[in-house]
């Protein structure tokens, strides 16, 4: 407090004399004239009656479209399936062409380029510049349009009710104390609750944009044992659900249905970035968000089902075997480096770290600026979580194992020897060679490449790959590494 009372004294001379002190190094030129004068009483103690403005009476108009699902409360059921699964593998097409898809040069008509400002083609109408799709004038169709389109919204709408379900669960069987102790407060709860009823939103839509095989809610198993714990399973949850639509939304065919994806999928990004901070992580140490392709977000997300309602609409997704990060870094920790061998809690690609370590070993209720990890807005670490140069031990699974929902799907791969560490980040694909230990682990390094000048690629929650090749492949094409992943995992950078 008395720091605090110190640093509010100094400002407010600071205004008084009405010339800011520079904040930031190199930056001295601030001479805009400020000059306030700021009420320096005692705060409110006694609220409303309020002044009275103008307004109407006023309601909706029209009955606003039902939900496809109530607002869930309360404990559902959960754990693993244990019973025989009735079908297996993904869903499949009546005829497959061929096993890759072979590069081609630039399309002919990608041309277009504007050296001197000007228009170049007549305009349609005034104020409108020719070009653009969905621009003349053709009803928008807000449905899937091709198998493609069909995949990814069913794959998001998989996505959407496991949300719905995960923030619930997590209200429903942890206390109010247990939130408090994880330094989240009763307003911190219901802002979860808001998500998830945001989430029942995004599940509505999306089964509109598919129509009646729109795949239901199902049931799901979760990794986690804490607060702590459900924060960090959300935090990369979200990450993977984020993603997967980045990689595939400007690859649809309807543009209406990108339209409305991806007027939800910023309120998942808002989400993803909360959970960070609810777990004391920096809200966003990149400077780009990451796509990835289809397949990775299935993988991530099919371990945590475990079983769906008979006559589910199957997905046409591959599973890649799990790739497990020996040494994660702990953000449970106020020093990473210290983080034990699988100090996760359990064997699944995106099980959050252990948070039941000693706590003078722990980062949460510390109040040391650098070294707490508890809930805030933005935390400065000072021993980062990883960083360029730190050795990476990685084990992963032999592929034909079941997973999924009813232990349905089965993993596979079609890469050949392991060979190179994929990392996926920002708008980047980095490789590194991978040192074999065995025939499934091995070792490499953290690349330290950046995005631009100043912004390291790797931070935040990464996707990490085993591959037999090292093809170059930027955001638009990075689904053609997929033929190449001997397995698939989670990096968390930061
Ligand atoms: C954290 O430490 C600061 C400065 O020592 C102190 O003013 C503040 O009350 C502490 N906060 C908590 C929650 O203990
Ligand atoms: C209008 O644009 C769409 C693409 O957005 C195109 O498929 C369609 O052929 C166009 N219609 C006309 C009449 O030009
Ligand atoms: C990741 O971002 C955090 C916060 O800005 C920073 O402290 C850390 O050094 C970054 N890590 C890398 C590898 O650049
Ligand atoms: C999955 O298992 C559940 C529970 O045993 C069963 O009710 C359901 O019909 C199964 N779903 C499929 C798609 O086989
Ligand atoms: C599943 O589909 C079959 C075949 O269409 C149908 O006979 C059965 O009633 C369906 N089951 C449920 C629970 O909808
Ligand atoms: C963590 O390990 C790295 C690499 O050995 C080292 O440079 C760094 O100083 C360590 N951090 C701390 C806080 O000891
Ligand atoms: C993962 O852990 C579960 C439960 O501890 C175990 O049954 C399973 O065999 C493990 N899977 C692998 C691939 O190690
Ligand atoms: C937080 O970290 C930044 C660099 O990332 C540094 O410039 C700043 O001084 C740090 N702030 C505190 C309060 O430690
Ligand atoms: C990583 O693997 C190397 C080589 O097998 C080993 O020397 C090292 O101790 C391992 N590090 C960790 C943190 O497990
Ligand atoms: C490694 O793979 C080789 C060839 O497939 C096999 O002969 C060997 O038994 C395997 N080693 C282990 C430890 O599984
Ligand atoms: C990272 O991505 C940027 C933007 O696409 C690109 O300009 C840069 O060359 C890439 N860097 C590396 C090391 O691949
Ligand atoms: C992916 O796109 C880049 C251009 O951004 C191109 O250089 C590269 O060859 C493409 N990769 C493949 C495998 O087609």
């Given at each position: 407090?008395?720091?605090?009372?110190?640093?509010?004294?100094?400002?407010?001379?600071?205004?008084?004399?009405?010339?800011?002190?520079?904040?930031?190094?190199?930056?001295?030129?601030?001479?805009?004239?400020?000059?306030?004068?700021?009420?320096?009483?005692?705060?409110?103690?006694?609220?409303?009656?309020?002044?009275?403005?103008?307004?109407?009476?006023?309601?909706?108009?029209?009955?606003?479209?039902?939900?496809?699902?109530?607002?869930?409360?309360?404990?559902?059921?959960?754990?693993?399936?244990?019973?025989?699964?009735?079908?297996?593998?993904?869903?499949?097409?009546?005829?497959?062409?061929?096993?890759?898809?072979?590069?081609?040069?630039?399309?002919?008509?990608?041309?277009?380029?504007?050296?001197?400002?000007?228009?170049?083609?007549?305009?349609?109408?005034?104020?409108?510049?020719a070009g653009g799709l969905g621009t003349n004038g053709t009803e928008p169709r807000y449905m899937v349009n091709?198998?493609?389109?069909?995949?990814?919204?069913?794959?998001?709408?998989?996505?959407?009710?496991?949300?719905?379900?995960?923030?619930?669960?997590?209200?429903?069987?942890?206390?109010?104390?247990?939130?408090?102790?994880?330094?989240?407060?009763?307003?911190?709860?219901?802002?979860?609750?808001?998500?998830?009823?945001?989430?029942?939103?995004?599940?509505?839509?999306?089964?509109?944009?598919?129509?009646?095989?729109?795949?239901?809610?199902?049931?799901?198993d979760y990794p986690f044992t804490t607060v702590r714990e459900f924060i960090d399973f959300n935090q990369k949850?979200?990450?993977?659900?984020?993603?997967?639509?980045?990689?595939?939304?400007?690859?649809?065919?309807?543009?209406?249905?990108?339209?409305?994806?991806?007027?939800?999928?910023?309120?998942?990004?808002?989400?993803?970035?909360?959970?960070?901070?609810?777990?004391?992580?920096?809200?966003?140490?990149?400077?780009?968000?990451?796509?990835?392709?289809?397949?990775?977000?299935?993988?991530?997300?099919?371990?945590?089902?475990?079983?769906?309602?008979?006559?589910?609409?199957?997905?046409?997704?591959?599973?890649?075997?799990?790739?497990?990060?020996?040494?994660?870094?702990?953000?449970?920790?106020?020093?990473?480096?210290?983080?034990?061998?699988?100090?996760?809690?359990?064997?699944?690609?995106?099980?959050?770290?252990?948070?039941?370590?000693?706590?003078?070993?722990?980062?949460?209720?510390?109040?040391?600026?650098?070294?707490?990890?508890?809930?805030?807005?933005?935390?400065?670490?000072?021993?980062?979580?990883?960083?360029?140069?730190?050795?990476?031990?990685?084990?992963?699974?032999?592929?034909?194992?079941?997973?999924?929902?009813?232990?349905?799907?089965?993993?596979?791969?079609?890469?050949?020897?392991?060979?190179?560490?994929?990392?996926?980040?920002?708008?980047?694909?980095?490789?590194?060679?991978?040192?074999?230990?065995?025939?499934?682990?091995?070792?490499?390094?953290?690349?330290?490449?950046?995005?631009?000048?100043?912004?390291?690629?790797?931070?935040?929650?990464?996707?990490?790959?085993?591959?037999?090749?090292?093809?170059?492949?930027?955001?638009?094409?990075?689904?053609?590494?997929?033929?190449?992943?001997?397995?698939?995992?989670?990096?968390?950078?930061?």
């Amino acid at each position: 407090m008395f720091t605090k009372a110190i640093y509010a004294t100094t400002l407010l001379s600071a205004f008084a004399v009405g010339a800011p002190a520079p904040q930031v190094p190199g930056y001295s030129d601030a001479d805009f004239p400020v000059t306030v004068s700021q009420d320096t009483g005692a705060p409110a103690t006694t609220f409303g009656p309020d002044s009275q403005v103008n307004a109407i009476l006023t309601t909706p108009g029209t009955v606003a479209p039902l939900r496809r699902s109530s607002d869930l409360t309360g404990a559902t059921s959960h754990g693993p399936f244990s019973g025989t699964a009735t079908t297996t593998g993904a869903e499949q097409a009546p005829t497959t062409i061929g096993t890759v898809i072979a590069p081609l040069p630039p399309n002919p008509t990608a041309t277009y380029y504007n050296a001197d400002g000007k228009l170049q083609n007549p305009a349609p109408i005034p104020y409108t510049p020719a070009g653009g799709l969905g621009t003349n004038g053709t009803e928008p169709r807000y449905m899937v349009n091709s198998d493609f389109d069909y995949e990814s919204i069913q794959l998001g709408l998989y996505q959407e009710w496991i949300e719905l379900d995960l923030f619930n669960n997590g209200l429903a069987v942890f206390s109010e104390q247990d939130f408090l102790d994880a330094g989240l407060t009763a307003e911190d709860r219901s802002y979860i609750a808001f998500m998830a009823i945001q989430e029942s939103g995004h599940a509505t839509l999306l089964s509109n944009m598919l129509g009646e095989s729109a795949a239901p809610q199902c049931t799901y198993d979760y990794p986690f044992t804490t607060v702590r714990e459900f924060i960090d399973f959300n935090q990369k949850l979200t990450r993977w659900g984020e993603s997967g639509v980045w990689g595939f939304i400007n690859h649809l065919d309807s543009r209406e249905v990108g339209q409305l994806l991806s007027q939800s999928i910023a309120t998942e990004a808002r989400q993803q970035m909360s959970f960070r901070q609810m777990l004391g992580l920096h809200p966003m140490p990149v400077w780009f968000e990451t796509g990835i392709p289809q397949s990775w977000a299935w993988s991530y997300l099919a371990p945590y089902i475990s079983s769906c309602p008979e006559n589910t609409t199957r997905l046409a997704w591959q599973n890649f075997p799990a790739l497990h990060v020996v040494n994660q870094a702990n953000p449970n920790r106020f020093s990473p480096n210290d983080t034990a061998d699988y100090e996760v809690t359990g064997n699944r690609t995106a099980d959050p770290s252990k948070s039941t370590i000693p706590a003078d070993e722990s980062c949460v209720n510390l109040n040391v600026t650098g070294y707490a990890c508890g809930p805030a807005i933005a935390r400065n670490r000072s021993e980062p979580l990883s960083f360029p140069g730190k050795q990476v031990n990685l084990t992963w699974d032999v592929p034909g194992q079941a997973v999924g929902p009813n232990n349905s799907y089965v993993t596979s791969t079609s890469a050949g020897q392991p060979q190179f560490v994929a990392w996926v980040a920002q708008l980047n694909l980095t490789y590194t060679p991978l040192t074999l230990t065995g025939n499934n682990s091995g070792y490499t390094y953290q690349p330290a490449s950046e995005v631009y000048e100043g912004d390291p690629a790797l931070n935040g929650t990464a996707f990490i790959a085993i591959t037999d090749s090292d093809l170059f492949l930027t955001p638009f094409n990075l689904s053609m590494i997929n033929p190449h992943v001997v397995a698939l995992g989670l990096y968390q950078a930061g």
